[in-house]
């Protein structure tokens, strides 16, 4: 089936570095997504990895994909306390259709 | 960027009565459009999908006759609440996907249904 997995919070002072992780079940997916939901608002796109990579990186944002082990991860790096909202990994379902299958979400709190 | 303008922002219902939510995209053609809902602390529900020049296609357990979904045209998609609960209450987030870029989905803002 299709599913993904996310812890549900992460704490971290400002200027640490975060990492949220993600793990999924279906592995056809072409991309794998991270998006960033801040309160009462839409989901923004922040990065995504295509299937054949196993990093990307974009300015502080790191993503790692370990495609053997079905983990996704994002790195934020000097974290601000802009950064608090609720994180989402999400990959295309039933072999790539439109269909986006997302984790829980993983909130983010940043300490000043 | 991809701009989706999704309103109203926030509506508030009498039970029983109906209410329209609107995705416009602002500066592309979308050939698929997603209607999620989104339950407090939890992840987007994919309620449907419908894509251009068909009729929507509901995921299981969502009722069609409630929630009407309108793919007007390549640039606008509505979503009818009919008959509202307070169950309804959520919030709704409509995504577009523009022609041949289906890496990219351009979310809308998100509407918080309220029904009292």
């Known amino acids: 089936g299709e599913d993904v997995e996310q812890s549900l919070f992460l704490s971290v002072r400002e200027g640490d570095s975060s990492v949220i992780n993600c793990t999924y079940t279906?592995?056809?997916?072409?991309?794998l997504y991270w998006y960033k939901q801040e309160p009462g608002a839409g989901l923004q796109l922040l990065t995504y990895?295509?299937?054949?990579?196993d990093m990307k990186q974009d300015q502080r944002l790191t993503v790692l994909l370990n495609k053997k082990d079905k983990h996704l991860s994002l790195r934020i790096a000097d974290t601000q306390t802009g950064d608090s909202a609720i994180y989402f990994c999400a990959y295309h379902g039933s072999g790539n259709t439109g269909k986006l299958i997302f984790g829980q979400g993983t909130t983010l709190q940043v300490k000043p | 960027g991809a701009v989706v303008s999704q309103h109203p922002s926030r509506v508030i219902c009498k039970s029983g009565t109906s209410v329209k939510i609107e995705c416009r995209s602002l500066?592309?053609?979308?050939?698929?459009m997603f209607w999620y809902r989104q339950f407090p602390k939890q992840s987007l529900m994919l309620m449907a999908t419908s894509n251009e020049g068909s009729k929507a296609t509901y995921e299981q357990g969502v009722e069609k006759d409630k929630f009407l979904i309108n793919h007007a045209s390549l640039t606008l998609s509505t979503l009818t609440v009919t008959s509202a609960h307070p169950e309804d209450s959520s919030f709704y987030i409509c995504?577009?996907?523009?022609?041949?870029?289906?890496?990219?989905?351009?979310f809308g803002q998100g509407t918080r249904l309220t029904v009292v």
């Open positions: 995504r577009m996907e523009p022609r041949g870029r289906n890496t990219e989905a351009f």
């Open positions: 279906d592995s056809s997916s072409t991309y």
């Open positions: 990895i295509f299937s054949n990579m």
């Open positions: 500066d592309f053609q979308a050939t698929t």
